[in-house]
């Protein structure tokens, strides 16, 4: 039985029913037996606390942003706490570092940090962190993801298989002549007419994404090219030498606005496990 103050009477056990009755608020949606554990409240939660693509797949719900704040308020603080996301952070370093990892360093570099061979991960994020002058490991777990293992790019569509090698292609529809048009914009005329792409110091090489697969969905594979050499003519087609990067795992596709059906896509980098899983075709 319940006493007038919510807990369980002397000598009886309290059932789940107990815990959800139309008397407590929202947020008193937790065991009462989580308020005696103190300071061991973090320490247990470090055991199911997983911050976004943790999972080995799209569908996984990060619990450190889609779970656990929605149990409690209690829970959703704890969840903000920055150990715990530095713990995340350390460990998509070393399960995946050639994504990850390099991330990471090319972030450290690129805001003129130096790096030192064989330094530990956990020293090297708290340099990365003020280096970056970020408030919070947080911060930095984004950052990293939006930067360095998202990308959003057009997406051209062609189901080939897809090998790490060049390969040519010629651009003759009007949605593709937009896609190369927009995607050499920033380099040189000679760079749009054959000649070495020139890419100035801090730029990105000229890239796209090809949707190889079918059906091209959420989860769907997808690669990362560079272009390598292209020629645009007059009427806008054009040849195009390319040169796959990388393979991705598309998160979303949409059309882009005016654009006779050319579509965007937003992707992340494949780790070396996902890649190896992926389809030859």
Known sequence: MMGDDGQAGSGALAGPEDYFTQRQKPDD?????????GDL???????V???PFEGQSLN??????HSLPLVSKELKSLSETDSLWKDSLFRQVTRDPEVWGEGVKKMFLSAGGEDQE???WPNLLERVLQTLQLESYRDLYRQVLNSQVRT????F???????????????????????????MAPYPLSSRQGGPIVV??????PVFIHGNTHPLMRGSPAWLVQVVRCRIYEDGRADVFSLPLRPLIIESIWELPNSGHLYAAQCIKASPREAEAMPSS
């Open 49 to 51: 606390a997983e911050a």
């Open 41 to 47: 409240k973090l320490e247990v939660l470090q055991f």
């Open 29 to 37: 949606k937790t065991f009462p037996q989580f308020s005696e554990l």
């Open 152 to 155: 959003i790019l057009p997406m």
């Open 118 to 120: 064989g330094e530990a």
């Open 60 to 65: 996984y719900v990060s619990t450190l942003t």
């Open 157 to 183: 569509v062609m189901f080939q298989p897809m090998r790490n090698q060049p390969y040519g292609l010629h651009f003759f529809e009007p949605r593709y002549r937009l896609l190369i048009a927009d995607v």
């Open 200 to 205: 100035a110091e801090g730029q990105n090489p």
